[in-house]
């Protein structure tokens, strides 16, 4: 693994980094603090990782076999009685999780009742989702039939935010910047207009070209008849009450016939004027199903949005950025999201070595 820019590798001021394992830890940090006002200090390479950052990182960074197990869970329920080595160790984390969440619950309980008395932390680090379920559940004033979350239910939240909002957004800010280090003009056109303080809403496009999530429903709605391998035409796809369904989202945002004959290319611009057929994707952002669409649609995009223009603006602003190795060394590894793989060392894990240099400004 590839740590910080260490004396050793930093020849000309340029230092050689591992991007996936500090956006894994800032975006711990982040989802901590904005999530439960919880110090994972994951970015501190100083320090043990805390119980909840280990017991975390047990549980959802258990191994590729595991990967696997879980994969076939979701094709099927049969495979939840396959038993992994790795379980045992997950069950002891999640009651490590149960416990330190009840911990956090109780202090946020105690943080609202006592500013609902004038006193204690009112600045914005007491606001977190944690401390807004709560409110919204025991604030005086709120009605007795608003009160519909027990302390079971806003601790499930925990884990929910934790997996919901941590690797998906690591992740969709890592491919983000795959793309601008193998484009040094967009690279350099970005951080100008970052310097200028322009919208950021371009760099949309890094999501839909690398981002995928597995995702279960129970309709599929066809837009044109399609023909299947016995000749037979189809207007619609049944599906039973509780089929799993596949809904292979970074396919569909490649379709041309939506996206354009460009559709495969990194070409930020294309969001200044979207193609006129890519209106018809059912989305909350941006004509793409990256965060899904409709009732089930990520309840996180706008925080996770935020997160990563900010990371971006801050790194692209502050460093030049390339690939540290051939860009057809990195392969993308199906998972729950598409994580970045060394063709030549895949047991090295998700990694993207890249070379950062500090940028001076002229
Ligand atoms: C690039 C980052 C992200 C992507 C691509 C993403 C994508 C998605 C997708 C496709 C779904 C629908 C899944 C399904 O129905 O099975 C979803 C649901 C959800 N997301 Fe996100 N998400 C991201 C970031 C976040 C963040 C930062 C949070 C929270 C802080 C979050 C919280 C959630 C939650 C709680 C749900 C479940 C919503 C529900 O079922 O009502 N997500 N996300």
Known sequence: MYGPPSEANREGGIGRIDVVSWLFRTILDVIGLAGFNYTFDALN??????????????????GSNNRMV?????????????????????EQAQVVMGRIGRELLNSSKAAI??????????????????????????AAGIPESHRLLQDEDVL???????????????????????????????????????????SFARHSVC???????VIVGDEIPLSQPVTDVYGNIHHFIGIQKGQNVMIPIRGSEYLQACMGEDAEEFKPDRWLSPPQASNAIPDVW?????????????????????????????????????????????????????????????????????????????
């Not at 484009?183 to 322009?198: D, I, N």
């Open 156 to 198: 499930a939240q925990i884990p929910t935010f934790l997996v919901a909002g941590h690797e998906t957004t690591s992740t969709a800010t890592t491919w983000a910047l795959f793309a601008l280090v193998q484009e040094s003009e967009m690279q350099t056109k970005l951080r100008e207009e970052l310097w200028s303080a322009v």
């Open 70 to 90: 879980m994969l076939l869970r979701i094709i099927s329920p049969v495979f939840c009685y396959l038993r992994t080595s790795r379980d045992a160790v997950a």
């Open 207 to 213: 999501i839909r070209l690398y981002q995928q999530l």
């Open 113 to 138: 009742a006592q500013s609902e008395r004038g006193i204690g932390d009112r600045s914005l680090r007491s606001r977190n989702l944690l401390s807004l379920l709560v409110r919204a559940n025991t």
């Open 286 to 362: 941006s004509n793409q199903m990256t965060f899904l669409g409709g009732p089930r649609a990520c309840i996180g995009y706008r925080f996770s949005l935020v997160e990563t223009k900010a990371l971006l603006s801050v790194l692209i602003r502050a460093f030049t950025l390339e690939l540290a190795v051939p860009a057809n060394e990195i392969i993308k590894k199906a998972s729950i999201v598409q994580q970045p793989l060394l063709k030549s060392n895949p047991e090295a894990g998700n990694v993207l070595p890249t070379l950062i240099k500090p940028y001076t400004r002229a």
């Open 45 to 62: 390479k100083n320090t043990t990782p805390n119980e909840l950052n280990q017991a975390f990182s047990t549980i959802f960074h258990s």
